[in-house]
T-cell receptor, first 114, second 114 residues
Framework: GAVVSQHPSWVICKSGTSVKIECRSL??????MFWYRQFPKQSLMLMAT?????????EQGVEKDKFLINHASLTLSTLTVTSAHPEDSSFYIC??????????FGPGTRLTVL | AQSVTQLDSQVPVFEEAPVELRCNYS??????LFWYVQYPNQGLQLLLK??????LVESINGFEAEFNKSQTSFHLRKPSVHISDTAEYFC????????????FGTGTLLAVQP
């Protein structure tokens, strides 16, 4: 399968600051990619779907002005959590879409907001 | 609404014993099914998938799953588990193929004990 990296793997920040998470596909190109968040001992919750070169589509209840997605190329996407608060602390996972519904996931980024 | 159900949140099992992790999906004309595994603080790795054809699919590490259309199930089985199989297992489905949007179950923690 494709290799997907995320940077940073973990980050601690103060409340009110912004954090950028980078998701990169190392050996694969995809038009469509996804951002998820996962709370402890829970399943993945889809936050948004993005297609390269166009605006992301956010799931109901996800604030698009808080979670900014930039799908810069077929191998790179970034998620910026703006004005982060403790309730934004979570595990954020990106994925790139493959064929037949398969997705290739990054290793995740653990965000802790103090 | 389309959904994936994993009834067991945790399955404890002794090493070398068989195990079955249950997954049911909401019925649809077109559905692709997946099992993903997640080790602590890591992203998801594809274990196996069903797209079409043979209803029994296998992974390289001894897991298998059978697509059962009449029971709308895609249970994951392994005849003999190892300590290293301890992880969270997610069943997922995509409906209508092309959108790639995955619907995840809530996950099952497979806890293998010596």
């Amino acid at each position: 399968g494709a290799v997907v990296s995320q940077h940073p793997s973990w980050v601690i920040c103060k409340s009110g600051t912004s954090v950028k998470i980078e998701c990169r596909s190392l050996d694969f190109q995809a038009t469509t990619m996804f951002w998820y968040r996962q709370f402890p001992k829970q399943s993945l919750m889809l936050m948004a779907t993005s297609n390269e070169g166009s605006k992301a589509t956010y799931e109901q209840g996800v604030e698009k002005d808080k979670f900014l997605i930039n799908h810069a190329s077929l191998t790179l996407s970034t998620l910026t959590v703006t004005s982060a608060h403790p309730e934004d602390s979570s595990f954020y996972i990106c994925s790139f879409a493959g064929q037949d519904g398969e997705q290739f996931f990054g290793p995740g980024t653990r965000l802790t907001v103090l | 609404a389309q959904s994936v159900t994993q009834l067991d949140s945790q399955v404890p099992v002794f090493e070398e014993a068989p195990v079955e992790l249950r997954c049911n999906y909401s019925s649809s004309v077109s559905v692709y099914l997946f099992w993903y595994v997640q080790y602590p603080n890591q992203g998801l790795q594809l274990l196996l998938k069903y797209l079409s054809g043979s209803t029994l699919v296998e992974s390289i590490n001894g897991f298998e799953a059978e697509f059962n259309k009449s029971q709308t199930s895609f249970h994951l089985r392994k005849p003999s588990v190892h300590i290293s199989d301890t992880a969270e297992y997610f069943c997922a489905a995509t409906y209508g193929g092309a959108t790639n949007k995955l619907i995840f179950g809530t996950g099952t923690l497979l806890a293998v004990q010596p």
